[in-house]
């Protein structure tokens, strides 16, 4: 596709639930993003793709949180168990770069409603 | 560690004023320093970058020059339009940093 894609764009949960969020990077790009941003927040780093290799997970802010990138393309972060501190919206990057972060490309968010 | 300070906001303005939202930045060694915009809805999109001293990033009548001396990249737009309402982060990354780091945004609005 001509961007990166996210889907859901909305998704509500009960608290416990599990929830998967999808990012479709633009065609042939290398690194991929994930970025926490809570309400009236800059983005936050969750974790860095180079192809399928997870290079950097630093910000995942606990073990409920896992992330996937099995084929060097699509991404998954799935949030296990679900919290009302996990309320944000998830952003998805990609780029053609290397470990470099640069000209990164936004997809429009996935909102995270934990109710 | 490396982080991002930008003014709080709203901004308020009305239109053909002028803007200025101010960004300072602390990293170690030589970031990239760059300005996104967040349009009502809509993700996050590149609005202009700098990646060394005085260089000057602009684009859509926005500017912002990298500043060491002052460790700053504030940006600029001579006179804004209510189309340029939205919210503005500043952000560090480029050779060497693997992930944007970037600021809180600060929230523009311009009345007609």
């Known amino acids: 596709g001509a961007g990166v894609s996210q889907s859901p764009r909305y998704k509500v949960a009960k608290r416990g639930q599990d929830v998967a969020l999808r990012c479709d990077p633009i065609?042939?790009?290398?690194?991929l993003f994930w970025y926490q941003q809570a309400l009236g927040q800059g983005p936050e780093f969750l974790t860095y793709?180079?192809?399928?290799?997870?290079?950097?997970k630093s910000g995942l802010p606990s073990d409920r949180f896992f992330a996937e990138r099995p084929e060097g393309s699509v991404s998954t972060l799935k949030i296990q168990r679900t919290q009302q501190e996990d309320s944000a919206v998830y952003l998805c990057?990609?780029?053609?770069?290397?470990?470099?972060?640069?000209?990164?490309?936004f997809g429009q968010g996935t909102r995270l409603t934990v109710v | 560690g490396n982080s991002v300070t930008q003014m709080e906001g709203p901004v308020t303005l009305s239109e053909e004023a002028f803007l200025t939202i101010n960004c300072t930045y602390t990293a170690t060694g030589y970031p990239s320093l760059f300005w996104y915009v967040q349009y009502p809805g809509e993700g996050l999109q590149l609005l202009l970058k700098a990646t060394k001293a005085d260089d000057k990033g602009s684009n859509k009548g926005f500017e912002a020059t990298y500043r060491k001396e002052t460790t700053s990249f504030h940006l600029e737009k001579g006179s804004v339009q209510v189309s340029d309402s939205a919210v503005y982060f500043c952000?560090?990354?480029?050779?060497?940093?693997?992930?944007?780091?970037f600021g809180t945004g600060t929230r523009l609005l311009v009345s007609p």
């Open positions: 952000a560090l990354g480029g050779r060497g940093f693997q992930k944007l780091v």
């Open positions: 990057a990609s780029s053609t770069h290397r470990g470099v972060s640069t000209e990164a490309f």
């Open positions: 793709f180079q192809n399928e290799a997870q290079l950097d």
């Open positions: 065609s042939g790009h290398v690194s």
